[in-house]
C-alpha cells in the first residue's frame, strides 16, 4: 500500500503519541495520557481520510464522515465511533478546564479503547486484499448476530457477559433466546425475556431481538440459529455433572451438526479482552477447517495463538498426519501474519492431557476446537475427547466448530 508523504508523516506522529500515551499512563500523567490518546486515534484518522480522498473542517464533518462511509462499508463500527467520541471528549474537556485530571480506572479504559481503535485502524490502513479474498472475509464475518441461550440462570448471564465482549469489538447485536416445554408458556416467558432485554440495553444497547419457542434445546436452537443466520452461538454449560456423566455432554449434543461456531463457558469472563488462544492440533484432516475461526478471531482482537502438540512419538500414519497438520497450521499463520506459538509435549500422547496442561501454564482466554465428525451416541457415552475439553476444570470458555462436508469447504490458503 502507497501512501502519500502526508499521510506517512500523519501516521509517525500517529505512532509517537499513542507511545507517548503509554509512558505518561505508566507514569500516572493521566491528563496529559488522555490527550496523547486521542492524538494517536486522530491522526490515524487522518491518515485514512487522506487515502480516501476525503478533507474536513471540524470534528462534526469528521465523525459523520466515519459513521456514513467507513461504518457503512463495515472499515470501523459503531462501537469504534462512540470509542473516539468517548476520547475525543474526554480530551477535549481536560484541554478547557483547569485543576481537572482524571482517575487511573478512567484512563486505563480510554487506554484499552485507544488501542483497540488504533489496531482497528492500522489493519484497515495496511489491508491488502484481491477479490477473492474480499469475498472469502464476506463469508467469513457474515452475519453479525450472537445468540445466547437464556434459562435465567447464573450461567446464561454468564454466557451474556461474553456475548457483549464478542459483540463490542465485533460490531455484533445479540439475540437473547428461551424455548418452553408448551406453546401455552410462550407469551409468558416472552414478557420476562421482554424484561431482561431492557436491563440488559441500560448497559449495552445491542439487543437486536428476543426469541421464545416451544420446543427443545437439542433440535430447536440450531434451527432458530440457521434461520437468523447467526454468526455464532454463546451458551451456558454446567460442565458434566450427575447423570450427563453417562449420557454425554448437553453442550456437545446441542453442537453436534451445526456449522454454525458454539462457544461454550462455564463461568464469567476473567479477563476484559481475548489474548490468548489455545489451539490443539491432531492428526485429523477436518482440524484445517479451525482456520476460518483463526482468521476470524485474528480479524478482531489482538491474540496469539497457542498450538498445542501432543507426543508424534506414535505409529507413523498417524505421525506424518500430525505434523502435516502442525506445518498447515504454521504456514497459515505465517500467510496471514497472525501471531502464534507452539508448545509441544513429547511424553503426552493424549491431546485432552496436553490441553490441560498448557492451560494451567498460559491461562488461555479461549480453547478453540473442531468436533468430532458424525459423532454418535457411543461417542457421548464413552466421552468424546471435545466433551472432556468443554467441560475443562480450569472452566476456560471453549468456541467449537463441526467440521463439514468436503464438498463445497472454502479456505483461503496457498497450501490447503
Not at 86 to 98: R, T
Not at 188 to 207: C, G, S
Not at 220 to 242: F, Y
Not at 367 to 375: A, E, P
Request: with cysteine; net charge negative.
Amino acid at each position: 500500500m502507497i501512501f502519500s508523504d502526508l499521510a506517512n508523516f500523519r501516521l509517525e506522529l500517529s505512532k509517537e503519541a499513542l507511545q507517548a500515551a503509554e509512558l505518561l499512563l505508566k507514569h500516572k500523567s493521566n491528563r496529559a495520557a488522555v490527550n496523547r490518546m486521542y492524538f494517536a486515534i486522530y491522526y490515524k484518522i487522518l491518515a485514512l481520510a487522506d487515502k480516501n480522498n476525503f478533507q474536513f473542517s471540524d470534528y462534526q464533518q469528521l465523525r459523520q464522515w466515519l459513521e456514513s462511509t467507513l461504518v457503512d462499508k463495515q472499515v470501523l463500527f459503531d462501537s469504534d465511533v462512540l470509542a473516539f467520541s468517548q476520547i475525543y471528549k474526554q480530551a477535549h474537556e481536560l484541554d478547557y478546564m483547569d485543576y481537572t485530571d482524571v482517575t487511573d480506572e478512567i484512563a486505563a479504559g480510554l487506554m484499552t479503547k485507544t488501542t483497540m481503535l488504533y489496531s482497528r485502524l492500522d489493519n484497515s490502513l495496511n489491508k491488502e486484499t484481491d477479490d477473492a479474498d474480499k469475498e472469502f472475509d464476506d463469508e467469513l464475518i457474515g452475519s453479525n448476530k450472537i445468540l445466547v441461550p437464556w434459562d435465567f440462570s447464573p450461567v446464561a448471564e454468564y454466557a451474556l457477559e461474553h456475548a457483549i465482549q464478542f459483540a463490542e469489538i465485533t460490531g455484533g447485536y445479540i439475540t437473547l433466546v428461551h424455548l418452553v416445554k408448551k406453546q401455552s408458556e410462550v407469551p409468558e416467558a416472552l414478557h420476562k425475556l421482554h424484561e431482561v432485554a431492557e436491563n440488559v440495553k441500560l448497559k449495552f444497547n445491542k439487543i437486536s431481538e428476543v426469541v421464545v419457542k416451544a420446543g427443545s434445546i437439542f433440535e430447536s436452537i440450531n434451527e432458530i440459529a440457521s434461520e437468523l443466520d447467526a454468526q455464532m452461538v454463546i451458551m451456558g454449560t454446567h460442565g458434566i455433572t450427575g447423570m450427563q456423566k453417562i449420557t454425554g455432554s448437553k453442550a456437545l449434543k446441542v453442537i453436534a451438526g451445526t456449522q454454525i461456531p458454539f462457544v461454550v463457558i462455564q463461568d464469567k469472563p476473567k479477563n476484559q479482552h481475548i489474548k490468548n488462544i489455545l489451539l490443539p492440533i491432531d492428526d485429523r484432516k477436518e482440524i484445517r477447517q479451525k482456520m476460518n475461526q483463526v482468521r476470524f478471531l485474528s480479524k478482531f482482537f489482538d491474540v496469539t495463538f497457542h498450538l498445542c502438540v501432543p507426543s508424534t512419538n506414535i505409529v507413523d500414519g498417524v505421525k506424518k498426519r500430525l505434523l502435516n497438520n502442525v506445518a498447515f497450521v504454521q504456514s497459515f499463520m505465517k500467510q496471514f501474519k497472525i501471531s502464534y506459538e507452539v508448545h509441544e509435549f513429547p511424553d503426552i500422547k493424549d491431546i485432552v492431557a496436553a490441553v490441560s496442561l498448557l492451560s494451567n501454564q498460559i491461562k488461555p482466554d479461549l480453547i478453540l476446537i473442531i468436533t468430532t465428525k458424525d459423532i454418535s451416541a457411543t461417542d457421548f457415552i464413552s466421552g468424546a475427547e471435545e466433551q472432556k475439553i468443554i467441560a475443562n476444570s480450569q472452566k476456560i470458555p471453549v468456541m467449537c466448530v463441526s467440521p463439514i462436508k468436503a464438498k463445497g469447504y472454502r479456505i483461503s490458503s496457498g497450501n490447503s
